[in-house]
């Protein structure tokens, strides 16, 4: 059974910083990421890391968000600075493996101004 469960969210004032972390189990990933969802609005992806190591950011995440992933704990992390009242939002972890794809519950990161 694959599970993702995600930590790491709360308040933090504007220009904070923050760290996510996701620990998956049960299969092998291809692919791992951060997505977001903000009231009102569709789901956005914010970064993603292959399993080449390519990595790939939203706009907004770019210069400020950093993606990682610790291969022998099967754990994805997302290190949020610079943060602002936009980046408020649930953020969820996903994960593909060749099969298919999996959500975690996600987790309130809000950003006061």
């Known amino acids: 059974q694959v599970q993702l469960v995600e930590s790491g969210g709360g308040l933090v004032q504007a220009g904070g910083s923050l760290g996510l972390s996701c620990a998956a189990s049960g299969s092998i990933f291809n692919v791992m990421a951060w997505y977001r969802q903000a009231p009102g609005k569709q789901r956005e992806l914010v970064a993603q890391l292959f399993s080449s190591g390519t990595t790939n950011y939203a706009d907004a995440a770019k210069g400020r968000f950093t993606i990682s992933r610790d291969r022998a704990k099967n754990t994805v992390a997302l290190q949020m600075n610079s943060l602002k009242p936009e980046d408020t939002a649930v953020y969820y972890c996903?994960?593909?493996?060749?099969?298919?794809?999996?959500w975690g519950q996600g987790t309130q990161v809000t950003v006061s101004s």
């Open positions: 996903y994960a593909a493996s060749s099969m298919r794809s999996y």
